[in-house]
């Protein structure tokens, strides 16, 4: 007489709940999902090179012939007051070099003198050509707009010619010296204005800048976009070479992928922040990428195995009409509809239907790229309600048995990221500038989840740099007193 108890306790429990509609658990409590890691920092290097010779053309194409002039300049002639006109003219192309970190420059010239005294009895003067040679050294420097600042300094070296009138007599080379204000400094302060206008920084910042701005397309199935997120703009000191200018220039960057549609962008884009200093150039990369599973995927993924293989505790069937996975912030909630259905019940008369709450923590298999959800139990409110509705239910079979649908891989997404990201940076993207790498080794997945989904987040490590395609500009025919 025994043995027919139970069997009449879960048929009058089952007939009872179907008396009174199912059950209905509360909602769980949840706090925030952890936040998403921080994309890790690293720079995209680029080098800007102008050549010496785009430098010295500039010089050469933008100098007058008239390199320097005084105009009735005062000068004691012992007997009365003469005036001094003194004409330099270039006499031929400005040669340049660079070492030490500067330019060098030699500008050669003719000068013609011309002393004149008038008096009210007379007036007579005196000529005098000469040979000179300018010897300047240009150190460059960046400022904080952006504009190079070039300084440069030197000497001029004059042959002695003589003039002479009267009881006056002096030289070419002491008149210069005489007139410094006049001849050597405008001559350097043109050659400064025109080295700034033939070295501009600023437009291939920008250009640096707005491309690390747009996303890179890295991955085509699944669509996946580098977004380099740039932060701000590193410099080098200006460096020379033996026949260049040199600066490197380095986007720091908080890279990560997106998987999915591409990004949208903003109406307006940041401009170009002021250049910090860069110690030491590198092209060193690091780059977050995430294989995202999202909650309605995973839930449709165990829905799939769950109407499969439905699953038994003692001699009732589990049916599982919908679940959904709800972030949290130490583990996640499993939201299910399930009816049990008992084996007597062919019709599915007397079926129990409701709705509860399962909670389990994830965890994440790094080596065979699998996302669990494990230690799956039903939450507090909901084994308050099983217990008084359905005990036999009340233990955490149903969890154990649960917890062997919520099994993700993931690991064909992580390898496809793998190879795309890999194949996408070794091809340069984009025309004006060009960004190009190399992938050195991706770094094991680590698991998060956020309020959207699951994600394997792994880094790859490499190189990448930026070519940044500068075209020489067109020489121009120089222009006489141009």
């Not at 250049?275 to 999202?294: K, M």
Request: charged content about 20%; glycine content about 8%.
């Amino acid at each position: 007489m025994r043995g027919p108890l139970p069997a009449i306790a879960v048929f009058a429990t089952t007939l009872a709940l179907a008396g009174c509609g199912g059950f209905e658990a509360p909602a769980p409590k949840r706090t925030p999902p952890p936040k998403a890691p921080a994309p890790p920092v690293s720079s995209v290097a680029a080098t800007l090179t102008v050549p010496l010779k785009t430098i010295v053309d500039a010089l050469n194409d933008k100098t007058k012939d008239d390199v320097g002039h005084v105009r009735n300049a005062p000068v004691d002639c012992l007997i009365a007051k003469c005036k001094l006109d003194l004409v330099a003219t270039r006499a031929g192309p400005i040669t340049g070099g660079a070492r030490d970190g500067a330019l060098t420059f030699t500008l050669p010239f003719t000068v013609h003198a011309h002393l004149a005294l008038k008096s009210r009895l007379f007036k007579t003067g005196a000529d005098a050509n000469g040979q000179g040679e300018a010897v300047a050294t240009t150190k460059l420097a960046l400022g904080p707009d952006w504009s190079l600042k070039p300084d440069t300094a030197g000497t001029v070296q004059l042959s002695q010619g003589r003039l002479r009138l009267g009881p006056v007599t002096t030289d070419i080379a002491s008149v210069w010296d005489h007139n410094q204000d006049h001849l050597s400094t405008p001559l350097f302060k043109a050659m400064d204005k025109r080295i700034a206008s033939a070295v501009k920084l600023k437009p291939q910042a920008e250009r640096l800048w707005q491309k690390a701005l747009r996303p890179i397309r890295v991955g085509k199935s699944p669509e996946a976009w580098l977004l380099l997120s740039p932060r701000r703009i590193r410099v080098s000191d200006v460096l020379t070479t033996g026949d260049a200018v040199v600066v490197s220039l380095a986007a720091d960057t908080q890279a990560q992928v997106i998987v999915g549609p591409k990004p949208a962008m903003p109406a307006k884009l940041p401009p170009l922040p002021p250049p910090e200093h860069l110690a030491a150039p590198s092209n060193a990369f690091t780059v977050a990428v995430p294989a995202a599973l999202s909650y309605a995927q995973a839930a449709d993924l165990a829905m799939q195995r769950l109407q499969k293989k439905p699953i038994h505790v003692g001699s009732s069937r589990i049916r599982f009409e919908k679940i959904a996975i709800l972030p949290s912030g130490e583990d996640v909630v499993v939201e299910a509809r399930f009816c049990v259905t008992q084996g007597w019940d062919p019709f599915g008369w007397f079926d129990s239907c409701g709705t509860g709450y399962l909670r389990g923590r994830p965890t994440f298999d790094a080596a065979r790229g699998i996302i669990r959800i494990v230690n799956v139990h039903y939450d507090i409110a909901t084994a308050g309600v099983i217990l008084s509705a359905m005990k036999w239910l009340a233990g955490d079979e149903l969890g154990k048995a649960l917890q062997n649908d919520l099994v993700f891989d993931v690991s064909r997404d992580i390898e496809e990221l793998h190879d795309s990201i890999d194949k996408a940076l070794s091809k340069p993207e984009g025309r004006g500038v060009a960004i190009s790498g190399s992938i050195a080794d991706f770094g094991a997945p680590t698991l998060t989840w956020t309020a959207d989904g699951f994600l394997a987040t792994f880094t790859a490590h490499g190189q990448i740099h930026a070519d940044l395609n500068i075209q020489p500009p067109k020489p121009r025919t120089p222009r006489k007193g141009a």
